[in-house]
């Protein structure tokens, strides 16, 4: 199976040049000016687009039970979506329930996954803590390809990890080269706020948003952030959302600490006026943890994308329908939390960051695939146009527009977050492997195409991360006699 690319501008996140790109048996095996045809060559014209690598989804929830339902969508409508959108690659959450063995989710995962169309990756929560987690936790780096250990501040009576299991977990991955990603937001306050607002007769979305405010968040950023500074190792942040987490993600780089944080496109374009939208399952479908903040806390999350501080932009593609948010009708507390953005992912930041100008192409590509190519691990087999690389790739049209359309989309829901809003710069084709997966809005993707990705574990050096050991080298004081 060999394509010759012709025609394109290739964009990475360093460098874009006009070249044209060889693919060969799912991978790139030349770039270059005005490249020969091999004999029997499928010629795609990639004239007036942008040929980027495929981007790359670090946080989906496919078909996870999750507050008494299952999200629509599953491995194979999820990655599906993903490819109409560009994104070629999803890592999504292995939640083993409280008590569960992470081998056994594991392998519940990978049966789950047997119908993605896309490529995936797991990152693996520890939602428990004894010594069969402590070893099994060495089995999934080792033997799995898991390199990241998700820890939930939050989901308080569910998934909720305290500070003692979080110290254990991470000084766990420093010794195995693995790196924890955390859902910042303190479990504890949050659900006294919850238990104030309901008493207070707040029992609709509004009341998701007051009991989950910036302060919650911010606080739990900056206690990871540094309990990961005391156990060594380096820490990710998922679905940033508000100016305090940032602050405390900016604050630690610079002070030379290995964190990375993520906001979703969600909160890059959509605001906290969602939850007082007059119509209750408006705003129910918009109901996510962390909530959407205000302009101000969006003004934040750009800045950090164009600053370097902020690395990835993701979705957390937790899609529930209209009917399962309903199960929420008369307690906030109740409506699932999640929202969908796989398909809309590139397009909305296109729109939202490129064409406004916020972000050049190259940053685009820098925070959708390459960055976090690096940051788990798996570049430049992933996130790059470059020879040897997989052939996952978008062939990106700068100038074609559409309106989002919950009527049109691929994922399962019956809504769409971003409804109505026109997009220019879309897929005009995706690539996986080599493979057409899209092309001028026909969806080609099959069930079961998709590949695990196995990522190797990091090196001591990227873990060696402790500020604070320095401060802290066991020496011991010489002291004189104390005679009483
Ligand atoms: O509301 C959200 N984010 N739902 C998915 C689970 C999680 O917290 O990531
Ligand atoms: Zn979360
Ligand atoms: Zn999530």
């Known amino acids: 199976m060999t394509k010759l690319i012709r025609g394109g501008t290739v964009v990475n996140h360093d460098h874009s040049q ?3 790109v060889l693919v060969r048996d799912g991978a790139i095996v030349a770039i270059g000016d005005n490249l020969e045809a091999p004999a029997g060559a499928e010629i795609i014209d990639a004239g007036g687009c942008y040929v980027m690598p495929g981007g790359i989804d670090p946080h989906t929830h496919l078909e996870l039970t999750f507050m008494g339902t299952v999200t629509a969508d599953d491995f194979e409508w999820g990655t599906k979506a993903a490819l109409s959108g560009g994104t070629t690659m999803v890592v999504d959450m292995c939640i083993p329930s409280p008590g569960q063995s992470l081998l056994a989710a594991y392998q519940d995962w990978r049966r789950k996954a047997e119908g993605a169309a896309g490529d995936y990756g797991f990152h693996m929560a520890i939602s428990w803590w004894d010594k069969q987690v402590f070893d099994e936790m060495e089995t999934c780096v080792k033997t799995y390809g898991i390199n990241t250990f998700k820890h939930f501040m939050a989901y308080k009576g569910a998934l909720m990890v305290n500070d003692d299991q979080m110290y254990n977990s991470f000084q766990r991955c420093a010794a195995l080269g693995a790196m924890p990603i955390i859902h910042a937001e ?11 607002y309901l008493a207070a007769g707040v029992t609709g979305p509004e009341g998701h948003a007051y009991s989950r405010p910036p302060l919650v968040e911010g606080e739990a950023t900056n206690r990871a952030i540094m309990i990961a500074d005391m156990a060594g190792c380096p820490v990710y942040i998922v679905h940033t959302s508000c100016r305090e987490a940032h602050d405390a993600i900016a604050r630690a780089r610079a002070a030379g600490q ?3 944080g993520e906001p979703l496109i969600q909160f890059l374009v ?4 969602e939850y007082r939208h007059k119509d209750w399952e408006h705003a129910a479908r918009r109901v996510m943890s962390p909530p959407f903040r205000s302009k101000d806390h969006q003004a934040s999350l750009w800045a950090g994308l164009q600053s370097g501080s902020l690395q990835v932009v993701a979705t957390d593609h937790c899609a529930f329908t209209s009917e399962q948010k309903r199960l929420g009708r008369n307690d906030f507390t109740k409506i699932p939390n999640g929202t969908g953005g796989l398909e809309d992912r590139l397009p909305m930041l296109w729109t939202a960051g490129v064409n406004t100008g916020r972000l050049t192409k190259e940053e685009f590509v ?4 390459a960055n976090i190519a690096r940051i788990l691990n798996v570049f430049p087999k992933k ?4 020879v040897g690389s997989d052939a996952d790739l978008v062939i990106w049209d700068p100038t074609a527009s559409k309106t989002i359309s919950a009527k049109k989309q691929i994922s399962r829901i019956d809504y769409n977050v971003f409804e109505g809003y026109r997009c220019t710069g879309l897929p005009r084709a995706t690539l996986l492997r080599g493979a057409i997966t899209w092309l001028d809005g026909d969806l080609r993707a099959e069930a079961g195409a998709g590949q695990y990705v196995p990522r190797d574990p990091f090196p001591a050096v990227h873990v060696a991360n402790a500020t604070w050991r320095e401060l802290t080298a066991p020496q011991p004081v010489a002291r004189a006699e104390v005679t009483p």
């Open 383 to 386: 996130g790059a146009v470059a």
């Open 270 to 273: 959509l605001d906290e006026d």
């Open 186 to 196: 303190n479990g504890d306050v949050v659900w006294h706020l919850q238990q104030h």
């Open 366 to 369: 820098a925070v959708t695939s």
């Open 258 to 260: 290995r964190v990375y």
């Open 18 to 20: 006009r070249v044209d």
